[in-house]
């Protein structure tokens, strides 16, 4: 199961961040701003989580996610996907494992179709 997915961009980091941003709430994160330029894209209740583990609805059990944005030495962009640490074995044992791995797929997949649709994602690779 991979950790990280890259996507390639052929724009601006500063429009990327919009656009992977856009795509995140669309599967209902809240997406704060992070350091140097990243995302924090949460979604559910943590408290709920806890209490209930594997019980919570996809939408309810809590996720987390972090975008990393950098300047690629050719001066594409590349935006990062990265599994949050949220540890989902806590939160459910192996069906929290399996949601969390479920919401990073589904979130990867939603700003693949989002950068693919501004047309200016160059490549995309899980890692």
Known sequence: MPESHD???????????LRVRDALVREGYIVEDGAQGALRATRGSLGVTLLIGALAGERTFHTRLDVQLMVA?????????????????????????????????????????ELARAGVLTDSAPS
Do not use: C, M, Y
């Not at 590349?78 to 589904?106: C, D, M, P």
């Open 7 to 17: 996507f390639f961009v052929a724009a601006d980091p500063d429009s990327t961040r």
């Open 73 to 113: 030495p050719d001066g594409s962009t590349v935006a990062r996907l990265l599994r949050g640490s949220g540890r989902a074995v806590l939160k459910g044992g192996a069906i929290g494992v399996a949601r969390g791995t479920r919401a990073f797929e589904q979130a990867a997949n939603a700003i693949h179709a």
